[in-house]
């Protein structure tokens, strides 16, 4: 299995650019979510999905979008890139259920640089 | 809201011992305890569930105080492989569709 796969790996961007992350889970994970990781900051939560079609704001949305029309892919949308958004981004997968009782399953990580 | 981690680093010698605290303002469902190398994703270390059960992973063992909506993550005998970033992942009760981290506490094991 190849778990969950996050692409690019590594990306810059220009200010004002706008770019899809893409996240896909081969694990039929029904919850989703997408992090940022910023140094100090620890984790924070963008995004949210708990199935295909429903999404949910987490901390730090602003500037994000997400969609999900299937159960393995969750996109993550920056719409005009700015150097704020420079980061490293994780997407991670449950089963369903929630993440009470599971463990999550984490991508290997985007690193974002805007400039 | 970002459950709080403490402390924000530590330096061990290598068999030396260390804890990790975690702790919430909400009434807690689950706590998550993950650790990451520099440059990797998290892995996942231990899941625990209200109840104030405690549970282990080789010489890495962790409680969860319901009461005090609190968690601790024991490290005995640290050996160099446990350096790395630990984060504690919090979820409220009612709320099992967030998973929420902490800001990380950053060890580091010399020989």
């Known amino acids: 299995n190849a778990g969950v796969t996050q692409t690019p790996k590594f990306q810059v961007l220009k200010t004002g650019q706008s770019m899809t992350l893409q996240c896909a889970q081969d694990m039929n994970h029904e919850y989703m979510s997408w992090y940022r990781q910023d140094p100090g900051m620890g984790l924070r939560l963008i995004h949210y999905?708990?199935?295909?079609?429903?999404?949910d704001q987490g901390e730090v949305p602003n500037g994000y979008n997400v969609s999900r029309s299937t159960t393995e892919d969750f996109p993550l949308r920056l719409l005009s890139a700015a150097p704020s958004q420079t980061s490293v981004y994780f997407c991670?997968?449950?089963?369903?259920?929630?993440?009470?009782?599971?463990?999550?399953?984490f991508g290997q990580g985007t690193r974002l640089t805007v400039v | 809201q970002q459950p709080v981690q403490s402390p924000q680093a530590v330096i061990l010698r290598e068999g030396e011992d260390a804890v990790i605290n975690c702790s919430s303002s909400?009434?807690?469902?689950?706590v998550h305890w993950y650790r990451q190398k520099h440059g990797e994703a998290p892995v996942f270390l231990m899941i625990?569930?209200?109840?104030?059960e405690q549970k282990g992973h080789d010489k890495i063992s962790a409680s969860f105080n319901e009461k005090k909506q609190q968690s601790s993550l024991y490290l005995t005998a640290s050996q160099l492989s446990y350096s790395g970033t630990y984060f504690c992942g919090t979820v409220y009760q009612g709320g099992s569709e967030k998973l929420v981290f902490g800001k990380g506490t950053k060890l580091t094991v010399n020989p």
């Open positions: 999905s708990v199935g295909a079609g429903i999404t």
């Open positions: 625990l569930l209200k109840g104030g």
């Open positions: 991670a997968s449950s089963f369903a259920g929630g993440w009470g009782n599971t463990e999550a399953f």
């Open positions: 909400k009434a807690l469902y689950s």
